[in-house]
């Protein structure tokens, strides 16, 4: 036994030194590689009808089969597009084996199951009946062991062969088309969608167990990965949170701002589970309590294919969770996952950067909410302003950190914030993004703050307790003034109330080994065009830049358009169903409109598709990722600090390899039947500098048709491609 434990020991501080090594200095987020799959670049109305080939006729369920086959098709093809899923990855190639593993005496099945890793942060993983099963990396990270998600396979696999999803999708129909009293409205109806769901999850439960134990795979460790969906909600890890992470030897911040007791994890397994897709986790427990004993534990492994390729798949995914969270604008949840990533790999500039970013971000947002010149975004752009969550709702350790940055004042803050990125910076001086954040963080501490360099003291707390509080510390400007002036003893008397309230404002010294860099001196001398403290003008500093997203002309020569958004709906039933056959073709009769158009205007057209891919196309795969990760946290951005958004210099590569900053994305949603409307929208971004330039929307009752919305692209299209005179 010691031996055994000795080998598992060496076997740890092994893994433990692979990871370090790895991630002992930076990370780059993953991508996806090598060849497209197949299914992915397959037409989704192509894909459909050989399907519904098979659907045998006369059946009751026919149709409603072939409503949900066409609707499938087309969700998965837009997932396979979305730029979430990774394949060729070293995720999805951990996954598979261990799915290899599990069905290893069930080859079958096996070839039936098609499962992908996605960039999502939530603690899920699904599945659909044509065999795709999808693992978030927020479950990956999340995970103790490989047999852990080896059961969760095993309950996805079970939904895929019980085809759980079309199942579903016909009782729903019933349920819509049911004739009931009216006392059985629209509540009974989604009751029982939650019951008929509930079923569902607790076959894939127990028939999920039942293949799981067919495998080596330890089976005690099933009531553990309950955990892991109770508890989900949390961090990965819960260290405790030290005040000293924002803290060095010149700034201190107050113990009142440090939480002294943290709420306790509240999670109770037992919820009210009566609006749930899911069953709560004592009745899952429940189902399969009986069934978790076997008299071969001690044999079973949780670790067949490797521990050490395991741990390594749950690092990536942690890392990849910490940009996942800035792109969500999860902005505390990036600052605690890499809190915790740094305590392992305290050298690592991305986490360094993560932190940066977030901080920067926060910091920014406190700004626009108190300028009143800022422009809110209607219609489909976000203008919602980011704001901490109430620490009251966070549970456990890292309530700290919530509580902490939310009671900072908005100059506290940017002065934490900034010491925080102006450090990293001088640790990795190579790093653009941590160059560009030190330098906007000084910007906002001067133009929105009103804080200068004479504001900071260039002494520590301890030097200046320790002067006698009736010496003046004479500086550059007024060394030359007289000992016994009115002026002078005006100046001690100010000094001695200063000392004495030495602990009340502490970010006066958070700079003062910065000051005695002539770099950062450098840099915020040039934030303040020269000025050392606040003129007694304001509009001397202060400069009201008109913006505005109406701007008649732009004089654009050439511009990348994306794939338009088409959706047809027509009402059935009293219900409103997407007719996509008819979608797609509009997308191709609106793209056909907006090159006719540009041609006319002589407008360069740079068509940036993803409908005619080849499997070989992986570069173009991962652009259109990137525009679409963009565009998701543009629009979640509102009208604010582009600079800091996720993929800003990648963007910045896409448009040096177009030759064009500017991004354009239209659409069309027509409905028809009991009504006619239509609504249009055309949007134009500088994907360099994240500016809106251009937002409108056109809505009509009239019928979609050819010559309505040529006029709506042609005078949008005008408008970016003429000049003001």
């Given at each position: 036994m010691i031996k055994i434990k000795f080998s598992s020991t060496l076997l740890l501080i092994f893994i433990a030194n692979i990871l370090a090594a790895q991630f002992e200095n930076d990370y780059t987020p993953l991508k996806a590689s090598g060849n497209i799959p197949e299914a992915f670049v397959k037409k989704a109305k192509e894909t459909s009808e050989e399907e519904i080939k098979t659907i045998v006729y006369g059946t009751s369920d026919r149709i409603a089969k072939q409503q949900f086959t066409v609707a499938n098709n087309y969700f998965l093809r837009e997932l396979f597009m979305s730029g979430e899923i990774l394949f060729n990855d070293p995720l999805t190639i951990?996954?598979?084996?261990?799915?290899?593993?599990?069905?290893?005496?069930?080859?079958?099945?096996?070839?039936?199951?098609?499962?992908?890793?996605?960039?999502?942060a939530a603690v899920n993983a699904y599945a659909f009946d044509k065999g795709y099963i999808f693992v978030n990396v927020g479950l990956l990270a999340q995970l103790e062991n490989e047999a852990q998600l080896a059961f969760i396979?095993?309950?996805?696999?079970?939904?895929?062969?019980?085809?759980?999803?079309?199942?579903?999708?016909?009782?729903?129909?019933?349920?819509?088309?049911?004739?009931?009293?009216?006392?059985?409205?629209?509540?009974?109806?989604?009751?029982?969608?939650?019951?008929?769901?509930?079923?569902?999850?607790?076959?894939?439960?127990?028939?999920?167990?039942?293949?799981f134990k067919q495998s080596n795979y330890s089976v005690k460790t099933v009531n553990r990965a309950f955990d892991v969906m109770q508890y989900s909600y949390l961090p990965f890890e819960l260290p405790e949170f030290k005040k000293g992470f924002f803290e060095n030897e010149y700034l201190i911040l107050p113990d009142t701002l440090f939480l002294k007791k943290t709420s306790e994890i509240k999670a109770n397994e037992d919820y009210d589970d009566s609006k749930s897709t899911h069953p709560n986790i004592r009745k899952r427990r429940a189902s399969i309590d009986s069934e978790l004993k076997v008299p071969d534990e001690a044999s079973r492994k949780k670790y067949i294919v490797s521990e050490e390729?395991?741990?390594?798949?749950?690092?990536?995914?942690?890392?990849?969770?910490?940009?996942?969270?800035?792109?969500?604008?999860?902005?505390?949840?990036?600052?605690?996952a890499s809190y915790i990533l740094l305590e392992k790999y305290p050298n690592n500039t991305y986490l360094k950067r993560t932190i940066a970013q977030a901080l920067y971000n926060i910091s920014t947002n406190k700004t626009y909410r108190r300028n009143k010149s800022s422009i809110s975004i209607s219609g489909s752009i976000s203008s919602k302003t980011y704001s901490i969550p109430n620490y009251d709702k966070i549970e456990g350790a890292s309530q700290r950190i919530y509580y902490m940055l939310d009671n900072l004042k908005d100059d506290e803050f940017n002065v934490v914030a900034l010491s925080y990125v102006y450090n990293a910076h001088k640790q990795h001086p190579n790093d653009e993004s941590l160059s560009m954040f030190s330098d906007s963080l000084l910007s906002q501490l001067v133009n929105v703050n009103s804080l200068y360099l004479n504001d900071f003291s260039r002494y520590t707390k301890t030097e200046i307790k320790a002067m006698d509080t009736l010496k003046v510390v004479v500086s550059e400007e007024n060394k030359d003034e007289e000992e016994d002036s009115k002026y002078s003893k005006i100046k001690k008397e100010q000094q001695k109330i200063e000392i004495e309230n030495v602990d009340e404002n502490f970010i006066k010294y958070a700079f003062v080994n910065f000051l005695k860099d002539d770099d950062f001196v450098q840099r915020y001398t040039k934030a303040a065009k020269g000025l050392t403290q606040k003129p007694s003008d304001k509009t001397a500093t202060t400069q009201n830049k008109k913006n505005s997203y109406d701007e008649p002309l732009l004089g654009i020569d050439k511009v990348i358009f994306l794939d338009p958004f088409y959706q047809k709906v027509k009402y059935q039933n009293g219900s409103e169903l997407v007719d996509f056959y008819e979608s797609e073709e509009k997308e191709s009769f609106l793209s056909n409109i907006q090159k006719k158009c540009a041609d006319k205007l002589q407008l360069e057209f740079i068509s940036f598709s993803n409908k005619n891919y080849s499997t070989t196309d992986i570069d173009l795969y991962n652009e259109n990722a990137l525009i679409n990760e963009w565009l998701g946290e543009r629009f979640r951005h509102g009208n604010n600090n582009f600079e800091s958004m996720t993929c800003y210099n990648e963007m910045k590569s896409i448009s040096k390899k177009y030759g064009t900053p500017y991004i354009a994305w239209s659409g069309v949603y027509n409905s028809k039947g009991r009504r006619n409307q239509n609504t249009y929208f055309f949007i134009v971004f500088n994907i360099e500098s994240g500016e809106l330039l251009k937002f409108e929307t056109r809505y009509t009752k009239s019928k979609d048709n050819k010559d309505l919305i040529t006029s709506f692209v042609y005078n949008s299209l005008m408008h970016v491609k003429k000049k003001e005179k």
């Open positions: 951990y996954v598979n084996k261990v799915a290899d593993e599990l069905l290893k005496n069930n080859k079958s099945v096996r070839d039936q199951i098609k499962i992908y890793v996605t960039k999502t396979l095993s309950h996805e696999i079970t939904h895929v062969l019980k085809k759980h999803s079309v199942n579903q999708y016909i009782k729903n129909i019933k349920l819509d088309n049911s004739i009931g009293n009216y006392e059985r409205g629209g509540e009974d109806k989604v009751l029982s969608r939650y019951k008929f769901s509930k079923e569902q999850e607790t076959e894939a439960d127990v028939e999920g167990l039942a293949m390729e395991f741990k390594k798949v749950r690092e990536i995914a942690r890392f990849e969770l910490c940009k996942n969270y800035l792109v969500e604008r999860d902005y505390i949840n990036a600052i605690y």
